[in-house]
């Protein structure tokens, strides 16, 4: 069974520019996350996917950050304009439920890099 | 709000020495309680998991945690550690209904000969 793949693995960009990160879960996989880890942070949600629609965004500053989950499966994360804050890796996410007892996949990571 | 505390941020152990990686919990109710493992440019993979029942937990890689609810504790434990243990540990307490996981900022572990 394939895992959660990412891309790309790493990215470098200059303040106030844009950058998009892509993620195909798990085939099956109803519920998609993406987290936001932060150099010496645990990893902090950002968005939650149940199929298509949007289960909490919470923690997603809408301001700059925006995702989608087009047909339910493959999903984008973006970063309109970007800031030095956001440099972190970001990571997907799958699990088959949205469950809190149902085990979430993740994938290697997109590592950000903004200066 | 849920928390987990990490007290540990780095710790160094001998390869073939016990393994003891602390976390405290806040949570209101019974909390859903999970390690994670992150080697070097790995996502988090799930080394073990409590919901419920037993409260000595076994998990993969020969780990094994032990909640104890009157310490609002949920340590990682192992005892013989391996060089290919070296990696970043997690652990996140989780709220009922849907997944909502906090993590707590992580102990980077050493493995020396």
């Known amino acids: 069974e394939a895992g959660v793949a990412q891309s790309p693995r790493y990215k470098i960009i200059e303040k106030r520019q844009s950058v998009a990160f892509w993620c195909n879960p798990i085939?099956?996989?109803?519920?998609l996350y993406w987290y936001q880890q932060i150099l010496g942070q645990g990893p902090k949600l950002l968005i939650q996917?149940?199929?298509?629609?949007?289960?909490?965004d919470s923690q997603l500053p809408k301001d700059r950050f925006s995702a989608e989950r087009l047909k339910g499966v493959d999903s984008t994360l973006k970063i309109q304009p970007a800031k030095l804050e956001d440099s972190a890796v970001y990571l997907c996410?799958?699990?088959?439920?949205?469950?809190?007892?149902?085990?979430?996949?993740f994938g290697q990571g997109t590592r950000l890099t903004v200066v | 709000a849920q928390s987990v505390t990490q007290p540990d941020i780095h710790i160094t152990v001998s390869e073939g020495a016990s393994l003891e990686l602390r976390c405290n919990y806040s949570?209101?109710?019974?909390?859903?309680l999970f390690w994670y493992v992150q080697s070097p440019g790995q996502g988090l993979q799930l080394l073990l998991k409590?919901?419920?029942?037993?409260?000595l937990v076994q998990g993969i890689k020969g780990f094994e945690a032990e909640f104890k609810r009157s310490q609002s504790s949920f340590n990682l434990r192992k005892p013989s550690v391996h060089w290919s243990d070296a990696a970043e540990y997690f652990c996140?307490?989780?709220?009922?209904?849907?997944?909502?996981?906090?993590f707590g900022t992580g102990t980077k572990l050493q493995v020396i000969p």
């Open positions: 949570y209101g109710a019974t909390p859903y």
């Open positions: 996140a307490v989780g709220a009922e209904g849907y997944q909502k996981v906090t």
């Open positions: 996410a799958s699990s088959r439920g949205g469950r809190v007892s149902t085990e979430a996949f």
């Open positions: 996917f149940q199929n298509n629609g949007v289960v909490d």
């Open positions: 085939s099956g996989h109803a519920t």
């Open positions: 409590y919901f419920s029942g037993d409260t």
